[in-house]
């Protein structure tokens, strides 16, 4: 079974600056696919980026990126010039395959960030 | 836009009751899950469906029973509802296969009195 961890409960961030949210797993596959979600106070979950393991380059959106370390099994994201918006829980998730052709996702418990202005 | 709605974002209900949690969503996805998202505990798959009629159980689908007779709709059912299934509950949609991201719902805050 798949595990993810986030390590930090919570964490906050002046406006402007760079976070960066933790997120390590634990799997036996080779093949498989890391999100990063979002959900703002009192809104619904948006996916903020994604990872495909077989690719070795970080994927980017805008202000977010990931640092994939494969052999590690971390996948931070880093939010550079935070803005009050990105004031949310973040959460850490992988896809696994559960079988009959469907996947599974697997989330951490979440980081609570906060953007100070 | 995909677009995932549940039928209530606050629910309150007494111990024993029959609960029923509808979702839609509108884009056409065979696949649909349940979660329930705790404080601490982030989310954790109740019930997830690929396909009409088809119900896997998730990490956690004691206490609970689902029902997918439409593509668009996945009910999530407490048969009869206790106190430590207040929580909230979110829907999500997804198309097959290893690379789509679901979508989620707006979620429906439950509490079990």
């Known amino acids: 079974a798949q595990t993810v961890t986030q390590s930090q409960p919570e964490m906050s961030v002046q406006e402007a600056e760079t976070v960066t949210l933790s997120c390590t797993y634990d799997?036996?596959?080779?093949?498989?696919?890391l999100f990063w979600y979002k959900q703002p106070p009192s809104r619904q979950m948006i996916l903020v980026i994604r990872q495909e393991a077989y690719k070795q380059q970080n994927a980017t959106e805008n202000r977010f990126s990931v640092n994939f370390q494969k052999a590690a099994k971390s996948f931070s994201l880093k939010i550079s010039d935070s803005q009050l918006g990105d004031t949310a829980m973040y959460f850490c998730?992988?896809?696994?395959?559960?079988?009959?052709?469907?996947?599974?996702?697997?989330f951490g418990k979440g980081t609570k960030l906060s953007v100070i202005p | 836009d995909v677009k995932v709605t549940q039928s209530s974002r606050y629910l309150v209900k007494r111990t024993g009751e029959k609960v029923f949690l509808e979702c839609v969503q509108d884009?056409?996805?065979?696949?649909m899950f349940w979660y329930r998202q705790d404080p601490g505990l982030g989310l954790r798959l109740i019930y997830f469906?690929?396909?009409?009629?088809?119900?896997e159980k998730g990490d956690i689908p004691e206490g609970y029973s689902v029902s997918r007779e439409k593509k668009e709709r996945f009910s999530l059912i407490l048969e009869s509802a206790s106190t430590n299934q207040t929580s909230m509950y979110l829907c999500?949609?997804?198309?097959?296969?290893?690379?789509?991201?679901?979508?989620f719902g707006p979620g429906t805050r439950l509490t079990v009195l």
């Open positions: 799997t036996s596959e080779n093949n498989y696919y």
């Open positions: 884009m056409d996805h065979e696949n």
């Open positions: 998730a992988f896809l696994a395959y559960s079988g009959a052709g469907s996947y599974q996702l697997t």
């Open positions: 469906s690929y396909d009409v009629k088809m119900k």
């Open positions: 999500a949609s997804s198309l097959p296969g290893q690379n789509n991201e679901q979508f």
